[in-house]
């Protein structure tokens, strides 16, 4: 099987690349990355040695994609994954919607040439942010949860957030980019006769990941945190109750692996993944992990709002157990150890990883 992955030195990217190659190293995959991100550059090596072929392209240009030879799937991993992107002045809102929505339309004109299957690593900051920050929240053991006393909003449930909870904008840029990537994947999907799945993805973690706090706060605080970075609790309480689920990438890849296997009309187009309750955390409970393995450290508290943020987000991926019989296999403990362990191994990531 051939199969083409975008993205593929950012950390999602690699992480299944490699892990299709440890399961068939038979496997022959294409990578697509413009190395953009700081830390890129540290993924190409451990791919090339593994038979990848590394392609530099960006997918923003059509013409970077002509001479991609016939693959039999694409999955789609390349992504401007911040909510501030667009906003912030690090970017432009149009490099976002090029970046988010334009790239994959143009992977979707390769899979239509090439009659490929087409699999969408998408988000959970699809959900609508409205939505999201009008859930009743209550503190509980320095964590925010949800108010169950009175009635919860379509959608969602003790499990989390489901498929079916609003995404009604606004999202962010970012979200609804990813969005309409969504929409469009699935619509040239039906239209032309190729198979298309679409994971929206919680929070994923793991060692190696790049330390921005926007693209992935468990290895940015941790990192942060050892290395006695300023850190501040933004929003709502000022006290990090915010809370997320998240799982490691070498949790997704029995799903992809099946949804690889081929089309099946009867199964759900559109499923999440995530961590779910069990692998949920609040800011304030990650700095206590990391003051329990690294020493006291201050964390600043300001209170003013930043734009998208929510207070609760956890997803709710039973219908992913229903269509994929998947669950997260890798406890939140295991997963912070690793981040852990790589930033001692690592006292230069955020450097490396975040331009800092």
Same mark, same amino acid.
């Given at each position: 099987m051939k199969i083409l992955v975008s993205g593929i030195c950012g950390f999602v990217g690699s992480s299944v690349a490699h892990g299709l190659l440890d399961h068939d190293s038979a496997a022959e995959i294409i990578g697509l990355d413009n190395l953009s991100?700081? @830390?890129?550059?540290?993924?190409?090596?451990?791919?090339?040695?593994?038979?990848?072929?590394?392609?530099?392209?960006?997918?923003?240009l059509p013409s970077d994609l002509d001479s991609i030879p016939a693959v039999d799937w694409i999955i789609d991993a390349a992504a401007n994954p911040s909510v501030l992107a667009g906003i912030d002045?690090?970017?432009?809102?149009?490099?976002?919607?090029?970046?988010?929505?334009?790239?994959?339309v143009n992977l979707l004109e390769l899979a239509k040439r090439h009659r490929a299957g087409f699999i969408l690593l998408s988000t959970s900051r699809v959900y609508s942010v409205g939505s999201l920050t009008a859930i009743p929240v209550v503190v509980k053991e320095g964590r925010f949860e949800p108010d169950?006393?009175?009635p919860l909003p379509e959608g969602m449930s003790v499990h989390g957030i489901a498929e079916n909870f609003s995404t009604t904008p606004p999202l962010s840029l970012?979200?609804?980019?990813?969005?309409?990537?969504?929409?469009i994947a699935?619509? *040239?999907?039906?239209?032309?006769?190729?198979?298309?799945? &679409?994971?929206?993805?919680? &929070?994923?973690?793991g060692a190696g990941q790049f330390g921005?706090?926007?693209?992935?706060?468990?290895?940015?605080?941790?990192?942060?945190?050892?290395?006695? &970075?300023?850190?501040? *609790?933004? @929003?709502?309480?000022?006290?990090?109750?915010?809370?997320?689920?998240?799982?490691?990438?070498?949790?997704?890849?029995?799903?992809?692996?099946?949804?690889?296997?081929?089309?099946?009309a009867d199964k759900s187009r559109i499923v999440n993944f995530g961590g779910g309750k069990e692998n949920s955390m609040s800011l304030a409970q990650l700095s206590k992990w990391c003051a329990e393995r690294f020493g006291?450290?201050?964390?600043?508290?300001?209170?003013?709002?930043?734009?998208?943020?929510?207070p609760w987000l956890v997803l709710d991926s039973r219908l992913a157990e229903r269509t994929w019989n998947w669950r997260p296999a890798i406890p939140l403990e295991a997963i912070l150890q690793e981040i852990a362990e790589h930033a001692e191994a690592n006292p230069r990531w955020l450097e490396t990883s975040a331009a800092l």
């Open positions: 991100r700081a @830390g890129s550059h540290v993924n190409i090596e451990p791919l090339r040695s593994r038979g990848v072929k590394l392609i530099h392209a960006d997918l923003r002045g690090s970017t432009s809102s149009r490099q976002l919607i090029e970046h988010n929505l334009y790239g994959t169950d006393k009175g970012y979200g609804s980019s990813k969005l309409a990537s969504e929409c699935l619509e *040239y999907g039906e239209t032309f006769e190729f198979p298309v799945w &679409v994971n929206r993805c919680g &929070v994923l973690a921005r706090a926007d693209q992935g706060i468990f290895s940015f605080w941790i990192n942060a945190y050892l290395r006695r &970075v300023p850190l501040r *609790y933004i @929003g709502f309480d000022g006290a990090g109750h915010q809370t997320r689920d998240c799982f490691h990438p070498s949790d997704l890849l029995p799903a992809l692996r099946k949804q690889l296997g081929g089309a099946d006291p450290h201050e964390v600043a508290s300001d209170a003013e709002p930043r734009p998208f943020d929510v």
